[in-house]
């Protein structure tokens, strides 16, 4: 979940502590806690940015204990050794450190976990020097959809699990070398002096992620779990005691399982290995919201905490914020030559507006559990560099919208488990500015959406024909990374998946050369479609417009076309049962 504050303008923004440069820890530790003046009967803001922040609100004892626990952990883990600093080589530089605090929040936006992580400065590393490759992968949320309608589908457990301090087992590659001061109040007696030399990873280095990343992939591939060549974060298992599926975010495990007895299978040799928490039943994993329906073997996703927040934290819980039924106006076309801010006092309005901020955690809705505002936040997202009280109204509008949604859930399983099939549309020429089409496309299993986009297209169509064949092709290549990732985790697609458009031409197009002189200009690229239509791996299929979901992609609709293209999503409110379950 992206960090919320500050999120207002500069002239209600709280004043923060000015960070503290290479404090006593220890000292400042029990100084702190020892502290009674602190009142305790407030509602806790936010991560803390500093110790003297963490130490002056209501959980100061548990910041407390919790950073107590991570040195503790360090050293037990053998991250370091200790060298005397005439010992690091000429040139080298030695990184300072500094705590950073995380409260990890349950469903309901309660503190449920306090993290407390001691970071190396990374930005001092030099490149070559400190460090070289430093990618790692996550989890792609449609990834994270797969997995949970496979799961739910078929009635399978799922679970979460946590490495603890997952990124100190990372062993850092033989020619990489770290020097890290020790921190102040925990030096090591009598050589107060001396440096860490890391032998391991930390967090904060530009390597951190990657070095456990690595570390993970070598134990989960000694266990006879195979890496998904088209998803490297989700792994998969099949023996005499059953399937194990896993998706891997950072330290976060999603795991389900075909049987009960590989799953502990599972568990314990993670256990062997590392320490983990076993956080049970899947309710609330990288900030989206899982209610489960046994019965119906369907699982609901949703972001209610988040949507809150961000009305919360952007003050806009007004009378001028009352919710709306759609979340754009059908008849705005947002530009830059028209609506951005032209006099000096309008740029000035402009610049004190946390629009950025906004569309940031906007734009995490709507690649989570919300596609009906994934064209809005597209539309808004072109404007990060040059925005107006108009961009900010339409964006206001977006959370207006969220604000009579809240509780709606993006549902997901079925008696369907993985029958693959799709929409794609384009809306020709819908960019008032480069006047290029914008396409978009979802892909469903069985009735479940797990993948959507809304793009603006990289040139100009001149014909709808060719927005509506560019838009089909981009379609198909999300299609084929979908069978890919389903045949990955033992659900192949054995015929062609169905992508519904509602050109004909398109379709026509798709098959042979026709129309030659209107359409020989199309770059080879978008011929794609042609290959992935002969092979028989996605059938194209005429659709009425007003039922292509992909047409809430493309355009702003007006309120009935867009509730009926929401409904066809998977999006509803949850009943008055699930309510009370």
């Given at each position: 979940m992206p960090p919320l504050s500050p999120r207002v303008p500069p002239d209600f923004v709280v004043d923060q502590p000015p960070p503290v440069d290479e404090p006593d820890i220890l000292a400042q530790l029990e100084a702190l806690a020892a502290s009674d003046a602190i009142p305790m009967d407030v509602e806790y803001p936010g991560d803390p940015?500093?110790?003297?922040?963490?130490?002056?609100?209501?959980?100061?004892?548990?910041?407390?204990?919790?950073?107590?626990?991570?040195?503790?952990?360090?050293?037990?883990?053998?991250?370091?050794?200790?060298?005397p600093r005439s010992q690091v080589p000429a040139g080298r530089r030695i990184l300072k450190g500094k705590p950073v605090f995380r409260l990890k929040r349950n469903e309901k936006g309660e503190p449920v976990r306090f993290k407390s992580r001691w970071c190396a400065k990374g930005f001092q590393q030099v490149y070559g020097l400190d460090y070289n490759r430093t990618s790692s992968p996550t989890m792609r949320m449609e990834s994270f959809r797969v997995l949970l309608h496979i799961a739910a589908s078929l009635g399978w457990e799922i679970e979460q699990l946590d490495v603890k301090t997952a990124f100190l087992h990372g062993i850092l590659p033989e020619d990489e070398h770290l020097y890290m001061e020790q921190p102040k109040g925990f030096e090591e007696p009598g050589k107060e002096s001396w440096i860490w030399e890391l032998v391991r990873g930390i967090y904060g280095t530009k390597q951190g992620g990657r070095t456990w990343n690595d570390t993970l992939n070598e134990y989960m591939l000694s266990l006879g779990f195979t890496r998904l060549s088209c998803e490297h974060c989700i792994y998969y298992r099949k023996n005499a005691r059953g399937i194990v599926l896993t998706g891997v975010h950072v330290d976060d495990f999603l795991l389900t399982s075909s049987t009960a007895v590989a799953k502990e299978e599972f568990k314990a040799e993670l256990r062997r290995k590392w320490a983990i928490a076993e956080l049970g039943d899947a309710r609330f994993c990288i900030g989206i919201q899982i209610d489960r329906d046994r019965a119906k073997r369907t699982v609901a996703l949703s972001q209610t905490a988040l949507i809150d927040k961000i009305i919360a934290e952007f003050r806009l819980d007004g009378m001028d914020c009352a919710p709306i039924s759609t979340p754009m106006d059908a008849g705005l076309r947002l530009s830059r030559t028209q609506h951005c801010p032209k006099t000096q006092d309008e740029k000035d309005r402009a610049a004190r507006l946390p629009y950025r901020s906004l569309v940031g955690c906007l734009m995490y809705l709507a690649i989570g559990t919300r596609p009906d505002i994934a064209l809005a936040v597209q539309q808004l997202s072109q404007f990060l560099d040059c925005y107006s009280l108009i961009h900010w109204d339409a964006a206001k509008r977006v959370v207006r919208y969220l604000k009579g949604t809240r509780a709606f859930r993006l549902e997901l399983g079925g008696p369907d488990a993985a029958n693959l099939n799709g929409f794609a549309d384009a809306s020709h020429a819908g960019c008032y500015d480069t006047r290029r089409s914008v396409g978009g496309y979802c892909w469903n299993l069985g009735s479940g959406i797990v993948s959507w986009a809304a793009r603006k297209q990289p040139t100009v169509s001149t014909s709808t024909t060719e927005a509506e064949y560019i838009a089909a092709a981009e379609s198909s290549k999300e299609a084929i990374?979908?069978?890919?990732?389903?045949?990955?985790?033992?659900?192949?697609?054995?015929?062609?998946?169905?992508?519904?458009?509602?050109?004909?031409?398109?379709?026509?197009?798709?098959?042979?050369?026709?129309?030659?002189?209107?359409v020989k200009h199309i770059d080879i690229k978008w011929h794609y479609l042609r290959e992935v239509v002969a092979a028989k791996r996605v059938a194209l299929q005429h659709v009425p417009g007003h039922l292509n979901v992909a047409d809430a992609f493309t355009k702003p609709l007006e309120r009935k076309p867009f509730l009926t293209l929401r409904a066809r999503m998977g999006l509803r409110p949850p009943s008055e049962e699930e309510l009370v379950r």
């Open positions: 940015a500093t110790l003297e922040e963490a130490m002056s609100g209501p959980f100061k004892a548990e910041w407390s204990a919790s950073l107590s626990d991570e040195l503790k952990s360090i050293k037990d883990l053998g991250v370091y050794k200790l060298i990374w979908l069978r890919f990732l389903l045949d990955g985790i033992g659900f192949p697609q054995p015929v062609a998946s169905l992508m519904r458009v509602d050109s004909t031409s398109a379709m026509s197009l798709s098959t042979d050369s026709t129309f030659h002189a209107r």
